[in-house]
């Protein structure tokens, strides 16, 4: 039976059964505090590094998740710091990245965010470290500018031209897409700017290697090498790091007037170690010393009484001299 209460709220709402005015959800706020679903919602500043998703790639903007309302999003100048490049070819769908928040909310409630800042800032810190402890960097050529090269280190790095090779360097361009390690000489983050220098690198590395060379090198060893320049007293040999002089006398058994009448430029050449000065990095080289000696020859292929042909070389008051064989003369 129903009672008193009953009654009168069925008479009030008719056709409404009593089990369906109990409430579906029972909220207990009785201690007068109701839920902040605000709080749910993170909250970022301008110059925090986020992660998030990609979600989207748009021809002028990125969409990523990164637990707002609402998306954050990438401007296509902000995803690189090359010029020029498609964002399809920077990021992909599903790919996990670093965004650094440029501006809290546009006037679309949305959060703008940069991915080459983010990644600018993270590698400073690095490059900083590696300038202090003079490590090498490397990074790929992605631009040529006046005066010298970009290079691709996390932020853009500038290397001059003067400062590319130990040698000058013509074409600028044939390093493009090439890959190339440096040393930092300079870094000033509130002008954003970092100097590089590859021939500081090829310096240091070739100093280190001509060391262990002089350590190995003894008086006495036969080694091969490539002759890189000849001048009037002789020539230089370069043997893989370090470079030795082999002079003019002792180039041939035959008298030599120019080094050039016996070798050039690029020929492999093997000698004979006559001296090595560690402290001076010199190193005296003899090719005569690997040639065989013409007058071991000469005793081998002559008897006492034979005739021989020869060539007249010099005529002097007590006779002439006569060429037998390259590097033999008789008076």
């Not at 991915?115 to 993270?122: I, L, S, V």
Request: some cysteine.
């Amino acid at each position: 039976m129903l009672d008193q209460t009953e009654r009168e709220q069925e008479r009030s709402n008719p056709g409404i059964t009593p089990e369906l005015t109990t409430p579906l959800t029972n909220f207990d706020y009785s201690d007068g505090e109701v839920p902040d679903y605000d709080q749910t919602i993170k909250v970022f500043s301008e110059g925090d590094i986020v992660a998030g998703t990609v979600v989207k790639v748009d021809k002028d903007e990125v969409l990523l998740d990164i637990g707002y309302k609402s998306e954050g999003v990438i401007p296509a100048r902000e995803l690189s710091i090359r010029y020029g490049v498609k964002a399809e070819d920077v990021v992909k769908v599903g790919d996990q990245i670093d965004a650094l928040v440029l501006q809290k909310e546009d006037k679309e409630g949305r959060l703008i965010l940069s991915k080459k800042r983010a990644q600018y800032e993270r590698s400073w810190d690095i490059l900083e470290k590696n300038m202090l402890e003079n490590q090498p960097v490397e990074g790929e050529v992605i631009e040529v500018v006046k005066g010298g090269l970009i290079l691709d280190i996390g932020l853009r790095g500038f290397l001059p031209a003067s400062l590319i090779d130990i040698h000058r360097v013509k074409d600028l361009h044939s390093f493009l897409g090439t890959r190339l390690t440096c040393k930092i000489i300079e870094m000033d983050r509130n002008r954003n700017n970092v100097v590089l220098s590859r021939r500081a690198f090829l310096e240091e590395t070739a100093s280190e290697r001509r060391k262990i060379l002089l350590e190995n090198l003894e008086k006495g060893m036969r080694v091969s090498g490539k002759v890189s320049s000849l001048v009037s007293f002789g020539a230089f040999v370069n043997l893989g790091g370090i470079d030795g002089l082999i002079h003019i006398s002792e180039l041939s058994w035959c008298h030599v007037e120019k080094p050039s009448e016996v070798l050039s430029v690029g020929d492999e050449v093997e000698v004979e170690i006559l001296e090595v000065d560690k402290e001076r990095e010199r190193i005296s080289l003899s090719r005569k010393a690997c040639l065989e000696d013409p007058w071991e020859l000469l005793s081998r292929e002559v008897r006492i009484g034979e005739l021989l042909q020869g060539k007249v070389t010099k005529l002097v008051p007590f006779g002439a001299f006569v060429q037998v064989r390259p590097g033999i003369e008789g008076l």
